[in-house]
């Protein structure tokens, strides 16, 4: 539904409404239902800023313990997951054959996903849900028994 000031709807009236008390009477209703809106939105509390991190299960141990960092992507359900590396250096070599890219080109995969505009990634069905690396946790993928 399109949304009016209440003055332009006030004007309106006043053109085709002769009689001022019940123009008055509708101007103030309109008055209440906006400031009740306006109440209803300084409620809302702010929005909680959120940041990705990837679990990944690791029941055997076989992951280093330092701390590793990465990115999240997103390929087509179909598509095999071994693609991801071979679709990031399409995508980097399309940008890098670009005016912009012999300009500043990508020379690592890191380079590659926080510059690389997201037109290159879409071209071959790669989709960067981060472009700054996040940082990845292991798990035993076991839950403690209470």
């Known amino acids: 539904m399109a949304k009016i000031e209440v003055a ?10 002769t009689e001022p008390a019940i123009m008055r009477r509708c ?13 209803a939105d300084e409620a809302k509390p702010p929005s909680q800023k959120k940041q990705f991190v990837i679990l990944v299960s690791d029941p055997d141990g076989e992951m280093p313990k330092t701390e590793l960092a990465g990115w999240v992507l997103q390929i087509p359900e179909d598509a095999s997951p071994l693609s991801v590396q071979e679709r990031v250096n399409k995508a980097t070599f399309d940008f890098n054959a ?5 300009k500043l080109p990508a020379e690592t995969i890191g380079e590659a996903i926080e510059n690389v505009p997201a037109k290159n990634f879409k071209d071959v069905e790669l989709w960067v849900k981060t472009k ?4 990845v946790l292991t798990t035993d993928n076991k839950l403690p028994k209470a």
Do not use: C, F, Y
């Not at 332009?8 to 409404?17: E, F, K, P, S």
């Not at 101007?27 to 109440?39: G, L, P, R």
């Open 8 to 17: 332009q709807v006030a004007d309106i009236l006043r053109q085709n409404i």
């Open 27 to 39: 101007i103030e209703q309109m008055n209440k239902v906006t400031e009740a809106a306006a109440v």
């Open 132 to 135: 700054t690396p996040v940082l």
């Open 98 to 102: 670009s005016r912009r890219g012999r």
